[in-house]
């Protein structure tokens, strides 16, 4: 449920196993703008930071990334920025309709990694989390475990600090609400390849 005040900042961030324009990495590319679109039309969803130099949403701050980038031969990986109302409305877009195709799919374009692929942390609903503090509280996350400030939807929290128990009836209910709203893009994804 949207705590008031608050909103669920979400920072995620792997690697390609390839380069961005590799054959092996089209089609997350392809997909690429119709999970923006699904998550712009996703109950809950509050903003995102898009990225320096492309068509989008301006950039929140210089994009960072966490030091499992380092040896890995890339300069950038795959990472994304958002606000969400709630934990409910991020974890209905992320495992259902478009994302979760994409997320089926993710062996074919990404590397298996030793570090968590996302982290989730409250913020005040004034403010907007910047590139440096995602790939920060990423870092905290592996190295230290889910806490207030940094966790998953394994192991989440309130605004509070208190252990949050995710309402899985509402997040069924908002899956069932953005389906309409996917179905074009479901239909486009039938003609993008893996």
């Known amino acids: 449920m949207a705590v008031p005040g608050f909103h669920l900042a979400m920072y995620n961030f792997g690697l390609h196993v390839a380069a961005y324009d590799a054959p092996e990495v089209q089609g997350f590319l392809r997909r690429e703008p119709l999970n923006f679109a699904a998550a712009e039309n996703a109950s809950g969803f509050v903003a995102r930071s898009g990225y320096d130099g492309e068509p ?109 128990t995710i309402d899985r009836a509402r997040v069924k209910s908002l899956s069932q609400a953005n389906a309409a709203g996917q179905r074009p893009l479901l239909e486009q994804l039938k003609d993008i390849p893996v």
């Open 56 to 164: 989008g949403p301006s950039s929140w701050g210089v994009q960072e990334f966490p030091r499992f980038i380092k040896g890995s031969g890339f300069e950038t990986g795959p990472s994304s920025l958002s606000l969400w109302a709630d934990i409910e409305s991020l974890m209905a877009f992320s495992y259902s309709g478009v994302h979760a195709e994409a997320l089926k799919n993710a062996r074919n374009w990404n590397t298996k990694n030793e570090w968590p692929p996302l982290v989730l942390w409250w913020i005040e609903e004034d403010r907007r989390p910047d590139w440096r503090q995602g790939a920060k509280k990423l870092e905290w996350l592996h190295d230290h475990g889910a806490c207030p400030d940094a966790f998953t939807f394994k192991q989440s929290y309130g605004p509070d600090g208190a252990p949050l």
